[in-house]
Structure formats: structure tokens, C-alpha cells
């Protein structure tokens, strides 16, 4: 595993660069602040990944939110379907929402 540090003094953060860091817990819990982890995704990276970071956050309530992939999706619909399945699962401002996915993922998790 590779790390970059960007400093940002007090918002300085690792980038943590290597295989298998979905299954790093150690990785991941410190950043975690309740109970509760949203994870959002799309269609195409989910297959891949997002039974692994499940598997790793096992100690947590984990929700997923599932998105269609594609710049198109990046409009107030999906960010509804994000808020309706956040609601839906009783998440409040102690939930730590993951993007597991890049554009427009981060866009609309951020």
C-alpha cells in the first residue's frame, strides 16, 4: 500500500493507494463517527466492490443506495432516491455516507 498525504492543515487527509483497502477496516472505522454507514453506488461498480466494503463495515448498520451509472443520473431525481433510501433506512446526521464510485458518485454522495 502506497499513501499521499494532503495537507490541508487542520482537513489534512491519507490516500491510502493499494489492492484489497475495501477490507482494511482499520483503514476505514476511524473515519466512521456513529453507528451508521450509508454506502452510495452505481449499477456498475456495485457487483464489483460493494459486498466486500458490506462484509468489512459487518460491526455497523450499513444501507446501500444502488444508483443508474451515467453523467445523466447527475439531476435531483437520484439525489431523492439517495435522501428516500437514507430516510427509508432512519439515518440521521451521525450516519457516515461512503461514495464508493467515482464522478458522478462523489458528486451526488458529497
Given at each position: 500500500m502506497?499513501?499521499?498525504?494532503v495537507d490541508l492543515a487542520e482537513r489534512s487527509y491519507p490516500i491510502h493507494i493499494g489492492d484489497g483497502l475495501l477490507g482494511r477496516a482499520d483503514?476505514?472505522?476511524?473515519?466512521?463517527?456513529?453507528?451508521?454507514?450509508?454506502?452510495?453506488t452505481n449499477e456498475t461498480v456495485a457487483?464489483?466492490?460493494?459486498?466486500?466494503?458490506?462484509?468489512?463495515?459487518a460491526e455497523y448498520r450499513v444501507t446501500s443506495v444502488v444508483l443508474p451509472d451515467g453523467e445523466a443520473f447527475k439531476n435531483w431525481e437520484t439525489l431523492q432516491t439517495i435522501f428516500d433510501g437514507l430516510l427509508g433506512a432512519r439515518h440521521d446526521r451521525r450516519t457516515t455516507v461512503i461514495a464508493l464510485g467515482g464522478g458522478v458518485i462523489g458528486d451526488m454522495a458529497g
Amino acid at each position: 500500500m502506497q499513501t499521499l498525504h494532503v495537507d490541508l492543515a487542520e482537513r489534512s487527509y491519507p490516500i491510502h493507494i493499494g489492492d484489497g483497502l475495501l477490507g482494511r477496516a482499520d483503514l476505514l472505522t476511524p473515519h466512521i463517527v456513529g453507528r451508521q454507514v450509508a454506502i452510495v453506488t452505481n449499477e456498475t461498480v456495485a457487483p464489483l466492490y460493494l459486498a466486500a466494503l458490506e462484509a468489512t463495515l459487518a460491526e455497523y448498520r450499513v444501507t446501500s443506495v444502488v444508483l443508474p451509472d451515467g453523467e445523466a443520473f447527475k439531476n435531483w431525481e437520484t439525489l431523492q432516491t439517495i435522501f428516500d433510501g437514507l430516510l427509508g433506512a432512519r439515518h440521521d446526521r451521525r450516519t457516515t455516507v461512503i461514495a464508493l464510485g467515482g464522478g458522478v458518485i462523489g458528486d451526488m454522495a458529497g
